[in-house]
């Protein structure tokens, strides 16, 4: 009894182990190298055999050590492979940037071994992995982001340069810039002042009343984004846009923040359920359905009106600065 009882158990978890892996998005990017961008993580397999002439014990030990080298240079292939956005690969980041390619160094020797097994002809297989997440993401981002940040605002740079040079004396009154003690007395300043106090006390009792903070707890705790049906594509840079219109998620904010934590912009799964219960978006996801993709890369993602106006406005509201997104391929 004890034995099948034993049986079963082992059956049951060998299941539920292979429906946990079937709902895992993992993108090939070669024979035995992959992205699993359910976990965020690099993964990669590599095989060694003993030489012929070696002891059996320490056959094993060279098999598998180089069983690790041959994970290790798989690592690296699925590493260069990582879509950064659009048709961006970590592999070209790596040829415009010295960080970049100093980071993926870093993440090859930080790779953890999940897997050793030594085999009974003589041979050795070994998995490794390595998570996108961490310094890696916060380099990769570093460059990205700041290269979106510097095309939105070079107008406005522009604007300001053109001030420096011409100077802002035409923009204040010469009597107040020539002499400021002999400007007339404004009643009214003194007014907008004690009704900036007034609003100031307001909102910071507004912000501690049991009502406000109880109604604020029980919004949205993350986001789940349905793209099923798209053909959308998984990458480290996702983006989520209005109906023609400009990009909702994510906003500088949002970059800011996960570039600071190294946090990727999102994960990805294959299933809806396992989405709902995923950690990264707490325990009162806010689901959203994806229409379609936006232009030639299958890396953004578009959103109808009333999504987007619900997105919006949660978003104006501090969401998403400090939760997660996860996206249902």
Same mark, same amino acid.
């Given at each position: 009894?004890?034995?099948?009882? /034993?049986?079963?158990?082992? /059956? ?7 429906? %946990?892996?079937?709902?895992?998005? #993992? ?41 690790? #080298? *041959? ?23 790596? @040829?415009?940037?010295? @960080? ?10 930080? +790779? ?7 085999? *009974? ?5 070994? &998995? #490794?992995? +390595? ?25 406005? %740079?522009? @604007? ?29 300043? *003194? ?55 400009? @990009? ?6 949002? &970059?800011? +923040? ?22 990264? #978006? ?8 994806? %229409? ?21 406005? /949660?978003?104006?509201?501090?969401? /998403? ?9």
């Amino acid at each position: 009894m004890k034995t099948i009882s /034993l049986i079963s158990s082992t /059956l049951f978890c060998c299941l539920f182990s292979a429906s %946990l892996a079937a709902e895992e998005y #993992v993108e090939w990017i070669g024979a035995n190298a992959g992205v699993n961008w359910s976990a965020g993580e690099a993964q990669a397999e590599g095989a060694g055999l003993r030489p012929p002439d070696s002891a059996p014990a320490a056959g094993r030990l060279l098999a598998c050590r180089a069983a690790v #080298v *041959d994970a290790q240079r798989n690592l690296l292939e699925s590493i260069e492979g990582v879509r950064v956005q659009g048709t961006t690969l970590v592999s070209n980041m790596m @040829v415009e940037s010295d @960080v970049i390619k100093s980071s993926v160094d870093g993440l090859l020797k930080g +790779a953890r071994i999940v897997k050793r097994e030594p085999k *009974d002809d003589g041979s050795c297989v070994v &998995q #490794v992995t +390595a998570p996108l997440g961490g310094q890696f993401a916060a380099d990769v981002y570093g460059q990205v982001f700041t290269n979106q940040q510097t095309a939105r605002h070079k107008p406005t %740079l522009d @604007v300001f340069s053109r001030l420096l040079h011409t100077g802002i004396g035409h923009l204040v009154p010469a009597a107040t810039a020539a002499n400021p003690a002999q400007a007339q007395p404004q009643p009214w300043r *003194d007014a907008i002042d004690r009704l900036s106090s007034r609003l100031s006390a307001l909102e910071d009792l507004l912000s501690t009343h049991p009502a406000i903070v109880e109604a604020q707890d029980q919004g949205p705790s993350g986001l789940v984004l349905d793209a099923r049906g798209s053909n959308f594509i998984p990458s480290m840079s996702p983006k989520i846009r209005k109906l023609r219109s400009g @990009v909702i998620y994510p906003n500088a904010n949002h &970059q800011s +923040a996960r570039r600071e934590r190294g946090q990727l912009v999102s994960l990805f799964t294959r299933d809806l359920d396992t989405a709902l219960r995923h950690p990264i #978006v707490g325990e009162r996801p806010m689901v959203v359905k994806g %229409l379609r993709t936006f232009g030639d890369t299958r890396t953004e993602i578009v959103l109808g009106e009333d999504s987007s106006a619900r997105l919006e406005g /949660l978003i104006a509201d501090g969401f /998403l600065n400090d939760a997660g997104v996860i996206i249902v391929l």
